[in-house]
């Protein structure tokens, strides 16, 4: 099983659609998790941290679920400009060979068309 | 702030030649940086990460002896692809972390190597 896991998609959804994304992790001493969004031949760029409590910022809304391991990105009223690959991101202890490390999903693909 | 620049932001090599790749941290020291690659399609895959002042810490499958990195300073790492193959030919991500700011990786914005 991989160590983080999303939906490659791609989902291609109609300006202003609701969309949702969802990541699973497989190491239960993760620490912080992390949305970010990588535009095609760019580097990611960090859209939002994942919060126990669930954060909000605008349009979007991430939410960790601790208890069945995945964190989920909510876009909502989504923009042409949202099309992008969304990366979910793991910070833990790696399961072995110690040490902290940023883990990475494959990406979800996200096209907004008009 | 927390800004991260990498540099060539592309190149084109021979087969055999070597290569370095630059990363630096513009307004903040990174104790630690990380290498990244990425295929076309596939996620960032972590190489190595980098300490200032000590050996890199590479992960599995990683050559150490191919991909060779110095951190010889607090905003400063370097990633030599050593004896470059087609193979190789990826995109290669840089990122560092500030303490203060916890764990989040602040990415530069990449090189795009193709090994003729």
């Known amino acids: 099983r991989k160590e983080v896991e999303q939906d490659p998609g791609p989902f291609n959804v109609p300006e202003g659609a609701t969309v949702a994304f969802n990541c699973t992790y497989s190491?239960?001493?993760?620490?912080?998790f992390f949305w970010y969004r990588q535009d095609c031949r760019k580097e990611p760029k960090l859209l939002m941290s994942?919060?126990?409590s669930g954060n909000e910022d605008g349009r979007f809304t991430a939410q960790l679920n601790r208890a069945s391991q995945y964190i989920s990105l909510l876009i909502r009223d989504s923009k042409l400009s949202d099309s992008a690959t969304y990366l979910c991101a793991v910070n833990g202890y790696i399961l072995t060979g110690g040490g902290n490390k940023l883990t990475f999903g494959t990406g979800t693909q996200l096209k907004v068309e008009l | 702030g927390a800004v991260v620049s990498q540099h060539p932001s592309w190149v084109i090599c021979k087969s055999g030649t070597s290569v370095k790749i630059e990363c630096r941290s513009l307004?903040?020291?990174?104790?630690?940086m990380f290498w990244y690659r990425q295929f076309p399609k596939q996620s960032l895959m972590l190489m190595a990460t980098?300490?200032?002042?000590?050996?890199?810490?590479?992960e599995q499958g990683v050559e150490k002896d191919k991909f060779l990195i110095n951190h010889a300073s607090l905003t400063l790492s370097t990633l030599t692809v050593t004896s470059a193959h087609p193979e190789d030919s990826s995109f290669y991500i840089c990122?560092?972390?500030?303490?203060?700011?916890?764990?989040?990786?602040?990415f530069g914005p990449g090189t795009r190597l193709t090994v003729l």
């Open positions: 994942v919060y126990s």
């Open positions: 990122s560092a972390r500030e303490p203060r700011l916890g764990y989040e990786q602040f």
């Open positions: 190491n239960s001493a993760s620490q912080s």
């Open positions: 307004d903040f020291q990174a104790t630690t």
């Open positions: 980098s300490n200032e002042g000590s050996k890199a810490t590479y």
